[in-house]
């Protein structure tokens, strides 16, 4: 296949679509070592990570309200919703929100870095 959405069949509730979004970052890593590692070395958060040590963290972006993973449908779109804690490279937080057509396998990823807090590993 072209794209491994094609090979995703959802039944086009929220949790279908949340489900395909994970499984294809997951599966992006499918036998993958070390440096072939970015993915698995987040984690999806529902709470705010930074409650802790808020000083830490530099904000490039306004700080969300709601952390929770979450999927909006319209009519001609599902839209995926959800924020990673990472350490690779440095501790960040990024925001991942796939939008998925409804009648198709389309689907269009965008990732952006919310929040950066020093530190991190390396492999």
Not at 25 to 42: D, I, K, M, Q, V
Not at 57 to 80: F, G, M, N
Not at 116 to 121: E, I, T, Y
């Amino acid at each position: 296949l072209e794209r491994t959405m094609q090979g995703i069949e959802g039944d086009d509730t929220p949790r279908s679509y949340l489900s395909a979004s994970i499984f294809c970052r997951e599966l992006g890593e499918f036998g993958a070592f070390w440096h072939g590692c970015g993915w698995s070395t987040r984690s999806i958060v529902g709470a705010d990570p930074t409650v802790e040590d808020p000083d830490r963290w530099q904000w490039s972006e306004k700080r969300p309200t709601d952390w929770r993973p979450c999927v909006e449908l319209s009519r001609r779109e599902a839209r995926v919703i959800f924020y990673c804690l990472g350490g690779l490279g440095g501790w960040t937080i990024r925001r991942h929100v796939d939008t998925y057509g409804r009648r198709n396998d389309d689907v269009r990823g965008q990732s952006t870095e919310l929040a950066f807090g020093g530190g991190g590993f390396l492999f």
